[in-house]
């Protein structure tokens, strides 16, 4: 197995938002996402990253295969409803960059992409100079149907990690859930690390 990483930014990016679509579609079908795909639905999703030139996508490589990915773009040029609650609180957007999304397909998972994946996005941070990362994850309750029995949440990852749940950082997402016929609004927590090293 030929496997290597890729980061590509801005313009260079719009190749790759087919694979990433696919894959985003694949993964988010699992809990907690339960994610209904659609690529019209990408594509209304992905334009923010296809038209910020401070975008950067990370791209893991099969051979000729993308089998995992990872996205940051910095929170000023991301949609307005991941910006809100930081408005809302009075942060200033400026110094924050933002993580879409980290999605493997599960033969790739525990070789350490999903670690490197904030490694390049938090050197995506510091080079923009942008002092502090967030990310947001759904809440799903704790006896919603569809949760495997033997899952495991990030949470302990993206502590470990350095990232602090942030309760009063709250926003809404809406997606299909599957089975659904209508998106609905799905609960969003942030999560945040003030970045060693930066000037912000
Ligand atoms: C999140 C995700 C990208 C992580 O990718 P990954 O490559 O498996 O992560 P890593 O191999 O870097 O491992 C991350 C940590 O989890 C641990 N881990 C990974 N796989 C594990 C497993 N099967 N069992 C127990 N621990 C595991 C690793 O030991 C590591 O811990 P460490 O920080 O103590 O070293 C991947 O699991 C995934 O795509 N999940 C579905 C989508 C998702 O939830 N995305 C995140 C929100 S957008």
Redesign the pocket.
Known sequence: MSLRVETRDGEALWSALGPLAELRIR??R?F??LYEGSLAYEEGYLEHYAHSPRSRVVLVWDGDRVV?A?TVIPLADAQADVQEPFTRAGIDLSGIDYF???????E??????????FELREAHALEHGLGVCA?C?VERPADHPLRPKDY?P?DA?WA??GYEKVPELRTTLSWLDLGEMEQTAKPMTFWLKRLEGSAS
Request: net charge positive; proline share 3%.
């Open positions: 993964v988010f699992e907690p996402y995992g990872s879409g999304e980290s999605v493997l397909l599960r790739y998972r525990g070789r350490g992409f999903g670690v490197r994946f990310f994850a495991v990030n990852f470990k990690r």
